[in-house]
């Protein structure tokens, strides 16, 4: 039990995937402008991220490793992330229309967001097992929500601020994003993983 609260606080806070692995920066970026779609996103990452360490554990485990397909996973992990992606987009659709047409194209992008493939790959490299890789994936997605949710409350202010005209929008939020990095590295060397 120890070891899954280490996973899932090393994951959201001493090895979060947008400040400290510097990973996820496309839909970080354009989704946190508001409060409502970046909540939105993050649901549906951690929606997807846990489900993906789930079935990527067990394809790894009953299909991958007994038929010494190993080489073939990065592949297979992307099918995966794909099919459960589309799953999230045609409920979305017809359950949430505004948050669907909020958030879109980022939504289909989550298939190639990088923090999703990095949470199964990390999975694998480190050996954990079911519980673990659940952990991972929900622990990461956890991390990406509140980073979504840090930067666009703080882009929703920036909004009403008096910044001047060269570092409006895109700038600003890089020397945010930079800052709240810095922040998160005081969380480094508390968990070991």
Request: hydrophobic residues 55%; charged residues 10%.
């Amino acid at each position: 039990m120890n070891d899954v609260i280490a996973i899932l606080v090393g994951s959201i806070f001493v090895n979060n995937f947008v400040f400290a692995r510097v990973l996820g920066n496309c839909p970080f970026f354009g989704v946190s402008k508001k409060t409502k779609t970046a909540m939105g996103m993050g649901v549906a990452v951690i929606f997807v991220m846990t489900l993906a360490s789930a079935a990527a554990w067990t394809v790894t485990e009953y299909a991958l490793l007994p038929y010494e397909l190993g080489f073939l996973k990065t592949i297979v992990y992307i099918l995966v992330i794909a099919t459960l992606v589309q799953f999230v987009e045609s409920v979305l659709k017809k359950k949430s229309r505004a948050l669907y047409n909020a958030l879109g194209i980022y939504l289909p992008l989550i298939t190639t967001n990088c923090v999703v493939l990095a949470v199964v790959l990390l999975n694998y490299s480190k050996t954990y097992g079911f519980i673990e890789s659940v952990a991972h994936g929900f622990g990461g997605g956890v991390g990406f929500t509140l980073a979504l949710l840090m930067m666009s409350g703080i882009r929703e202010r920036l909004e009403y601020s008096n910044i001047p005209e060269s570092l409006r929008g895109l700038p600003i939020a890089f020397i945010t994003a930079g800052i709240l990095s810095l922040s998160f590295l005081g969380f480094s060397g508390m968990i070991k993983m």
